[in-house]
């Protein structure tokens, strides 16, 4: 059984799917695991210590995906790479499918089963398994500490001699995993920290961290959760309320961190040019959503901006920051999911497809996309079939003409057919998304 791991193709990404540590433990499962040259240098793993912990090092990523059942990689890969890997290779990793549903059927063309990581089912079993939560973790740490390295004053309260600097006042947009990280960053270096966040159990995370939650309590907030802890869609008029409410607290920040994002959907807006132009000349805003166009309006994505005296960071592939520490992460989950996909008696792949995280991460297998929240066009689909399938109509044509209603073409002086008269378009399905706790 053969694992490979190549280094990562999209522009900017700096994270690796294995590391030395997790190399050394696929190995103890009975893999042999081939490593690309210079997977892991950017994230400050040396060819060396994957050769020290007996991968073996392929000159190339042909080289290294060659006969792999099992390929382990951070973004989703071109189709080109996969091609020639074996029918049904299991291809494991960050997919984002929403959006890139072509992508999608063109990786089903190669044979590949691919898995979407960030489908993991939220259940106790596959916590170690959580991509999102352990990325999403590194995110709103280094939120903290780019808007520390972007503000021009001192974050805690320092008391001297010489008088008494105040502490800066940071506002956390989103109590999920990357808002409480960033809570609690931000209260170790000494700020006053407050987060609002849709959920009223959130009020409590925010509380134990520290920090003071910022809300309209009213009884429709109370009644804003399912039983599921999934939040309730809001009035129009308590949005007004609580749009009105952070709109005044922010004008008071010095530093405000967004985090709200929804899977497959563009990042909601929730600062406004006007609030931006409501803060004071030296403030921060850093939008851990930049990736999916941000929670700002005012963001660039990749760019740090000023807009009148107010510093936006939109950096993208905010985990990538910390390269090392993301990869360690991300390497784990990965390791922790393909342990389930092998028997551990036999040493040998096997995979349970009724297993539950297996079913709920599987976009494509056999040649078909066939996770159920991923709808292909017919479009899509058509182009994906091989272009040979082009040829085959023209002898045809003259049938489709007739089933489409056209007039068939008299000889030798042919009047001008009368047009086809369309059908409906084939309009894709709408992908049905999978509703997220909190934010991210």
């Known amino acids: ?97 929403y959006g890139n549903e072509g992508e999608v059927a063109a990786l089903a063309a190669t044979g590949a089963t691919v898995v979407a990581m960030e489908f993991m089912p939220r259940i106790t079993r596959a916590q170690v398994m959580d991509i999102l939560s352990s990325q999403a973790n590194l995110a709103g740490y280094q939120g903290v500490i780019d808007a520390a390295a972007n503000f021009d004053r001192a974050f805690p309260m320092m008391m001297t001699a010489a008088g008494t600097i105040r502490p800066a006042k940071v506002f956390v947009m989103g109590a999920g995993v990357a808002g409480l990280q960033a809570i609690a960053t931000a209260k170790r270096l000494g700020a006053v920290v407050s987060a609002n966040d849709v959920r009223p159990a959130a009020k409590e995370q925010v509380e134990s961290l520290g920090g003071k939650f910022v809300a309209v309590e009213d009884e429709e907030f109370k009644q804003a959760e399912t039983a599921g802890g999934y939040a309730k869609e809001m009035s129009v008029a308590y949005k007004e309320k609580q749009a009105a409410l952070t709109a005044s607290h922010i004008a008071k920040q010095d530093i405000v961190i967004t985090t709200a994002l929804i899977p497959g959907r563009p990042a909601p807006k929730l600062i406004s040019k006007a609030m931006v132009e409501s803060m004071l000349p030296g403030s921060v805003i850093v939008d851990l959503a930049a990736e999916r166009g941000g929670n700002v309006e005012l963001t660039q994505p990749g760019k740090i901006v000023a807009h009148k005296g107010v510093t936006i960071v939109g950096y993208t592939n905010v985990p990538g920051r910390l390269a090392t520490s993301a990869s360690q992460l991300y390497a784990r989950n990965l390791l922790a999911f393909v342990e389930t996909l092998i028997d551990k008696q036999s040493k040998a792949f096997a995979v349970n497809w009724d297993d539950e995280l297996v079913k709920a991460t599987v976009l494509t297998r056999d040649g078909a996309v066939v996770h159920p929240n991923i709808k292909v066009a017919e479009a899509v689909k058509s182009a994906a079939q091989p272009k040979a399938a082009a040829a085959t109509r023209k002898p045809a044509a003259k049938k489709e003409a007739a089933a489409a209603g056209a007039a068939p073409a008299k000889k030798p002086a042919a009047k001008k057919a009368s047009p086809s008269r369309p059908g409906p378009a084939v309009k894709p399905a709408a992908a049905k998304k999978p509703a997220a706790k909190g934010t991210k």
């Open 1 to 97: 059984m053969k694992i490979a791991i190549v280094r990562e193709r999209t522009e900017g990404e700096t994270r690796v799917a294995a590391t030395p540590e997790t190399v050394a433990k696929l190995i103890g499962l009975g893999a042999s695991v081939t490593i690309e040259r210079g997977a892991g240098e950017l994230a400050r793993f040396p060819d060396a210590d994957y050769k020290a912990a007996g991968a073996e090092i392929a000159a190339s990523a042909d080289a290294a995906l060659r006969g792999a059942e099992i390929i382990l990689t951070v973004r989703r890969p071109a189709p080109a790479l996969l091609r020639g890997v074996a029918r049904g290779a299991l291809v494991i990793g960050a997919m984002d499918p």
